[in-house]
């Protein structure tokens, strides 16, 4: 599996699609979860825009990573 890099660019990228998803936890710092885990505070599930997102598609991730 490829490991997502934790940079800046990676991160403005996640806002677009982590930002406005409705699982989104609103945690101030927490983002790109692909990279640096899970939040300190998850919200239920309720949707997940990760599929649309650019990084999703160039490190080609899945549901099981
Ligand atoms: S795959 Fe999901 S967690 Fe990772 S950068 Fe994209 S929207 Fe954020």
Redo the contacts with the bound molecule.
């Keep these: 599996m490829p490991t ?1 890099e934790d940079n800046y660019e ?1 991160e403005t ?2 806002i677009k ?2 930002g406005v ?1 409705p699982s989104y936890p609103g945690v101030k710092g927490e ?5 640096r885990g899970k939040s300190s505070s998850p919200k239920q599930k309720s949707g ?3 599929g649309m ?4 598609n160039k490190y080609d ?1 899945c549901p099981a990573n």
């Design positions: 997502v990676n990228i996640c699609f982590c998803c983002l790109l979860f692909c990279a997940c825009n990760c997102c650019d990084i999703w991730l």
